[in-house]
DNA sequence: AGTATTTCGTTTCACTCGAAACGATCGAGG
DNA sequence: CCTCGATCGTTTCGAGTGAAACGAAATACT
């Protein structure tokens, strides 16, 4: 008898539904902003930040959401561009640049705020509360060993 | 007393997380199997469905593994171009082409479905049983979840 | 003070991605 | 037969990505 075939079962291979589900629900959702406001998700996600913790510099935006320093760059760029967000250099420093909400930002930012917590309310939707509370839990275990991994 | 500033909470917003965490275990992963097999993850994407099914044309290869067909096509161009498949006119219809691993193609393969399961092994080493099995449970409602709101 | 090193952010460059256009082939309907 | 529309797969093109190089400014060192 022959020995097996080794094979990979791709559709039950953990990376790989990983990467399905979270490129159909990242495209989704930013099909919508692009549609609704003009914004892609890094544009977004730095507005996010500004709205949540105020000013900030391009370094901090980077930290607190995980994008490259290059895709903020050009993120800030194009909201300076658009008047939803000002820069100013920083007083103490002058290499940072000290970015801010405009009032047109801000207001921008209160109507997307409902959109982005509609769709995460519509994907956990698929889900009861014990699930969406297992989820949380178990994320947060892959995401800090997979954050270890990488520093391995 | 001002009204609450709306504002979310990136880090707890379940788009943001799946996207991270799949950003950190896939380019890990990449950079494996670029470093070790000069693949990219397109590339091993399709020979795992040729070593799993056998040959298969190309818009096989797109239905099993969720690729766009653009990708699928450079995929296979670059995995013919190093002999580790062929490509042959599918007889009943000329605008086919049924590709299939070579004896090198295979050996490569089989040398990397190891690879594969042990970085799902190392992901789930983070969780016990239960918890993979929950995880196994949620991925799957969400998915479909996510493909009927694409649908819609 | 004066030079070297580090840090902040932008620009450049090579690469990937996928929508759209395309040529080739097949099947259906006169 | 012979168009006409559909399908298979490739190519083109515009947009996005991140490593590396870069200029400017701050900090360390002598």
New interface residues.
């Given amino acids: 008898m022959q020995s097996t075939?080794?094979?990979?079962?791709?559709?039950a291979?953990?990376?790989?539904?990983?990467?399905?589900?979270?490129n159909?629900?990242?495209n989704?959702?930013a099909r919508d902003y692009q549609q609704r406001f003009g914004l892609t998700i890094p544009e977004w996600?730095a507005m996010?930040?500004l709205?949540?913790f105020g000013p900030a510099s391009a370094g901090e935006i980077c930290d607190?959401?995980?994008m490259d320093k290059v895709t903020v760059s050009r993120a800030n760029a194009r909201l300076i561009a658009r008047g939803l967000v000002k820069r100013a250099t920083d007083r103490t420093d002058r290499r940072r640049a000290i970015v801010r909400l405009t009032r047109k930002g801000r207001s921008v930012?209160?109507r997307i705020?409902?959109v982005?917590?509609d769709?995460?309310r519509?994907?956990?939707?698929?889900?009861n509360a014990r699930?969406c509370a297992?989820?949380d839990?178990?994320?947060g275990?892959?995401?800090?060993?997979?954050?270890d991994?990488?520093a391995a």
Wanted: one cysteine or more; glycine letters at 6%.
């Fill in positions: 075939v080794p094979h990979l079962e791709l559709e291979f953990l990376p790989y539904r990983l990467s399905v589900l979270t159909t629900v990242s989704a959702i996600r996010a930040v709205g949540r607190r959401t995980a930012h209160d705020v409902p982005a917590l769709h995460e519509r994907m956990l939707a698929a889900l699930e297992q989820l839990c178990i994320l275990k892959l995401q800090a060993g997979a954050g991994e990488t």
